[in-house]
């Protein structure tokens, strides 16, 4: 059994961003497999009378009926548990599942070339192309970890951006890779007092932070160049692909100093989608990984990062952020820091093994 989506582009097939409504045929849920499948789209039902576009419909079949993972944690940090279902297709992308809830997406195995090339605009020399092999299937955040669902969890909210209507949407900031996680890795478990400690106690399922290799692969969704819109930079700095993707210096992020309500770091989903329904790879917070930070060694399967404590002690953290240029936002980008360091700059995404 597969559920088959729709969604069309407006934009020459650059971005796949509107989740199409108005069909009928073998679509949705249950669909078996098989030939002579047909799927008939009423356009004029999600484009507006008036468009002008030249629309491109995209087709995707995902099998089984767990593809999106949701814990629920609106009963707060004194919760004894918190319930965690499962569904075939999107929830409501409305703010309860930006606040009271969590919602992940299942990401299917697969090789990729992680990295970037030499000529790739931007490119740093800790970013040799490899191929990676994940060779099983695992959840991630739609979006980052909000303020709304971290204080859930924690009881607290650490974070610098808490003006505004829209900050329990923002993503949580200020939170170290010790207090997000903490405890050993690879192979241990976080320390219980922290977020991801908690959710792992009240849910029973493993959730964590995602490798950098399982960051990369889902930022991607099968593109290959320096964004996940399938675009290469045209500016290192301000870049007009980057100002639809996410929030960074040149699209609001530079207003922090002289209006926090609307500057800094934007509400979680203010950007375009990826082709795997995932928000704000590119920009508004930096994001931590399991992985200690080191130079690639080549291709590898399962990759988790150096298995002991480099000499020079720092994690890997992704994504760029709301004060950075456009070429630190890139799917290849790696930056770094101590695992006690936290700022306004600095957020999380959970992640989780498929088939627990």
């Not at 700095?237 to 926090?260: C, H, K, V, W």
């Not at 150096?306 to 456009?326: D, L, N």
Request: charged residues 15%; contains cysteine; aromatic residues 10%.
């Amino acid at each position: 059994m597969h559920t088959v989506l729709l969604h069309a582009s407006t934009n020459a097939g650059a971005t796949y961003s509107l989740p199409c409504t108005n069909f009928s045929g073998d679509v949705g849920a249950g669909v078996t497999t098989g030939a002579n499948k047909q799927v008939v789209w009423l356009a004029a039902g999600d484009l507006a009378a008036t468009s002008t576009a030249v629309a491109r419909v995209q087709v995707t079949a995902m099998e089984g009926t767990n593809n999106y993972c949701i814990i629920d944690v609106a009963g707060g940090p004194d919760a004894v548990n918190y319930p965690v279902s499962y569904q075939a297709t999107a929830p409501p992308l409305d703010d309860p599942h930006k606040t009271t809830q969590i919602v992940l997406r299942k990401i299917p195995a697969g090789s990729f070339v992680m990295g970037a090339p030499t000529n790739e605009l931007g490119c740093e020399s800790d970013e040799t192309q490899h191929t990676v092999t994940l060779t099983k299937d695992f959840y991630i955040g739609i979006y980052e970890i909000t303020q709304a669902q971290y204080s859930n969890v924690m009881g607290a909210n650490p974070s610098y951006f808490t003006q505004g209507s829209h900050a329990p949407t923002r993503p949580v900031d200020q939170v170290s890779w010790n207090t997000v996680r903490g405890g050993t890795w690879p192979g241990g478990t976080p320390t219980g007092t922290t977020f991801m400690g908690k959710l792992q106690s009240k849910t029973g399922l493993a959730f964590d932070l995602p490798t950098e290799a399982q960051w990369e692969y889902a930022c991607r969704a099968g593109t290959t160049k320096a964004l996940n819109n399938n675009t290469d930079l045209q500016n290192t700095e301000q870049d007009p692909n980057m100002d639809i993707l996410g929030r960074y210096f040149y699209n609001g992020g530079s207003n922090y100093t002289s209006d926090a309500v609307n500057g800094g770091s934007a509400a979680c989903g203010s950007y375009l989608v990826n082709q795997w329904g995932l928000y704000d790879m590119h920009g508004n917070a930096w994001e931590w990984c399991l992985d200690w930070y080191a130079a690639y060694s080549g291709d590898a399967t399962d990759p988790v990062g150096p298995a002991t404590t480099p000499a020079w002690p720092r994690r890997v953290i992704r994504s760029g952020a709301w004060i950075y240029e456009a070429s630190s936002c890139r799917s290849a980008y790696r930056y770094l820091n101590t695992v006690d360091y936290a700022s306004s700059r600095y957020s999380c995404r959970v992640a989780l093994p498929a088939g627990q």
